[in-house]
């Protein structure tokens, strides 16, 4: 196996992958968080290691 081959592989495992994801949730930009949530009002959700008790 070449390099070539195994990055072809690789690239096509990956965009099938991408494809796959697209074609089980097509992406919705309305429904998307922001990409940078400065000053939206949105407080963060999920946990976080490092978050001290209140």
């Known amino acids: 196996m070449t ?4 990055a072809g592989i ?3 495992a990956v965009a099938g992958l991408i494809g ?3 074609k089980a949730s097509p992406p919705n ?3 998307a968080p922001p990409i940078l949530a400065i000053g ?3 407080s963060a959700a999920g946990g976080f ?3 001290l008790p209140n």
């Open 3 to 6: 390099r070539r081959f195994t």
């Open 10 to 12: 690789a690239v096509l």
């Open 20 to 22: 796959w994801d697209l």
């Open 29 to 31: 930009p309305y429904a």
């Open 40 to 42: 939206s009002g949105l």
């Open 49 to 51: 290691c490092g978050a």
